[in-house]
């Protein structure tokens, strides 16, 4: 069954087009945006320079003065009606990654009050984000950084007021039934519930970024003194299979 | 390998060169030279690549030794510069013999100016470009010591400038609708290209807050919207009614919602605004900002040709070769 929206092509600056595929985020919706920006990188359409997914929508960069908006809006409305986007498969290639992780305590000084937001005791909440198997819905905000979902119905929980003036790069935050994993030290609205040893972008490297949209990822609960012995693996001893 | 060593540099300084492109998908914003034209003016004077990396300063300059022979040119946000406590024209490029000390003191219009070297500044290459982008953690500021590596210099050609482009005083900014424009009413819309704002002194490569005296630009519905792919250019309207415009160094996406973006024509103009300097938007149709586009890159593209000779005048020539004399002096002076 396809979902009620209908895909919009809308512009974001004059260089640019966004594709979008809702308006609020739902799995179909965030399946077709990453489905649908595989299928413009390989119809290989003339004067499109970049081409980006966002949770539920398509960002396109193009020479405008290459190639005319009309023009470049009908051969997307073309890729638009090749099939049902928000029934397209998951990208290929995608792997389930076990990632080590201290929930609480001075490293994730937060969990406490997360839990409670979501209406959760600690052991609860410990047992309900630590046995979720997440997806990478979109890589975004900062350089290789994840947003994952959906966490279960009681983590739809506000960003807070207050912004955390920062959180250190491999920090696990949550809101809004989403996680998202720091990767560099940033201010956030969200709130801190674990810490991780993750490198996500290693700038000199062949392969810059851990994670790619599509991947699962479970945040397996482990103690401050292991995570303290992972220390140097840009991995932070994650554990990657792939899956078929 | 020719070198320029840094003895002293203002606070945040960096190598840019036109950014990285490709990398939105992985959250990487393309960051590159907050005004490309200036990039686009050092490549006419030393006829080379505009792709090739040059300093962005900030405010104010520093002080650089040469180790060889170098062609430098200094663009962008005109600034106090001497070679040796000779003052050299600005817009314009210079020859700098080995050894000799080229100090660059605080922007007298604008906001960032710019050190072109023959060959480009020589930084590694990561994810496609040499530019430093700071949010992302890739590279870093350019400090007092640091020794900037210069790639082979094919070209011989210095003593050329360039008129002053009028694009360093702030003024009228011309802006087109985006897809959130219309979460902001007509007459919210039609208010923001009535008022007058001030850039804030905290601007950086990321952005720019914007002042103004009155109410705030609140978007119908408020500040539940999804957080969307932002373009550089973008004025994204924080939750107390505050407009900012993001610039070269932006995240790749923001879900505070956005009510025009500025035409990329006009973005280096935005960018050089000086601190409390005044910012008003005009709306314009897209076929007048391609218009604007268009006429933007003829005069990128005619540059080479704007440059002429420096001409010197007589009375200048003795004003220079005193300066020369105390310089000979002060250099025999022990330190």
């Given amino acids: ?244 | 390998m020719s070198a320029l060593i840094v003895h002293r540099i203002a606070p945040g300084a960096t190598l840019q060169d036109m950014g990285r492109t490709g990398f939105i998908a992985f959250g990487v914003s393309r960051g590159g030279a907050l005004d490309r034209t200036a990039l686009s003016e050092g490549a006419a004077l030393l006829r080379q690549d505009a792709g090739l990396a040059a300093l962005e300063m900030p405010g104010m300059g520093g002080m650089f030794e040469a180790t060889e022979y170098m062609r430098i040119a200094l663009t962008g946000a005109p600034m106090r510069a001497q070679i040796d406590n000779a003052p050299i024209v600005w817009n314009a490029s210079h020859a700098l013999a080995k050894g000799a000390r080229l100090e660059i003191g605080p922007v007298t219009a604008g906001s960032v100016g710019y050190l072109h070297v023959g060959g480009g500044f020589d930084a590694p290459l990561l994810l496609n470009a040499r530019s430093a982008h700071l949010a992302a953690q890739v590279g870093c500021a350019v400090s007092a010591g640091d020794r900037l590596e210069i790639g082979a210099d094919a070209g011989s050609d210095t003593g050329l400038s360039l008129p002053t482009d009028p694009r360093l005083s702030g003024g009228a900014i011309r802006v087109i609708e985006s897809f959130q424009s219309h979460t902001y009413d007509a007459d919210t819309r039609t208010r923001f290209a009535e008022t007058e704002f001030h850039r804030d002194a905290r601007a950086n490569r990321m952005g720019m807050r914007l002042n103004s005296d009155g109410e705030g630009f609140f978007a119908q519905g408020g500040l539940n919207i999804l957080s969307e792919t932002i373009v550089p250019g973008d004025i994204q309207v924080t939750g107390d009614g505050t407009p900012f415009l993001l610039m070269a160094e932006s995240q790749t996406t923001g879900g505070y919602p956005r009510i025009g973006t500025v035409i990329p024509a006009d973005l280096a103009k935005a960018a050089q605004t000086p601190a409390g300097g005044v910012l008003r938007f005009a709306w314009v149709t897209r076929d007048e900002a391609l218009a604007a586009e268009e006429k933007h890159r003829v005069y990128l593209s005619s540059l080479s040709k704007l440059c002429t000779p420096l001409v010197r005048d007589p009375a200048e020539i003795r004003d220079l070769l005193t300066y020369q004399l105390i310089s000979g002096a002060t250099d025999g002076t022990p330190e």
Avoid at chain 1, 180 to 185: A, I, Q
């Fill in chain 1, 1 to 244: 069954m396809s979902d009620a929206f209908t895909p919009l092509i809308r512009p974001a600056g004059l260089c640019g087009l966004l594709v979008s595929f809702g308006d609020s985020l739902t799995e179909p919706a965030n399946r077709a945006a990453l489905a649908f920006a595989a299928a413009v990188g390989r119809a290989g359409i003339d004067g499109i320079e970049e081409c980006a997914p966002s949770l539920v929508s398509v960002f396109v960069r193009f020479d405008p003065l290459h190639v005319s908006h009309e023009t470049l809006e009908a051969a997307l409305q073309n890729v638009l009606s090749d099939q049902d986007w928000f029934a397209a498969p998951m990208p290929s290639g995608r792997r389930f990654i076990q990632v080590p992780t201290v929930y609480g305590g001075t490293l994730a000084p937060q969990f406490d009050e997360a839990a409670e937001a979501a209406g959760l005791t600690p052991e609860e909440a410990l047992a309900s984000v630590s046995e979720a198997r997440v997806r990478v819905q979109t890589i975004g905000f900062a350089p290789g950084q994840p947003y994952l979902g959906l966490l279960p119905p009681d983590w739809d929980i506000p960003r807070q007021t207050n912004l955390t003036k920062a959180v250190p790069a491999g920090a696990l935050v949550v809101a809004i039934r989403q996680l998202v994993l720091f990767s560099v030290s940033n201010p956030t609205g969200w709130r801190h519930i674990g810490q991780t040893g993750v490198t996500l972008f290693q700038p000199d490297k062949d392969d810059p970024f851990f994670l790619r949209p599509g991947d699962e990822v479970q945040f397996v609960p482990v103690d401050a003194g292991v995570l303290d012995r992972l220390k140097g693996d840009p991995d932070g001893g994650a554990k990657i299979e792939a899956l078929t």
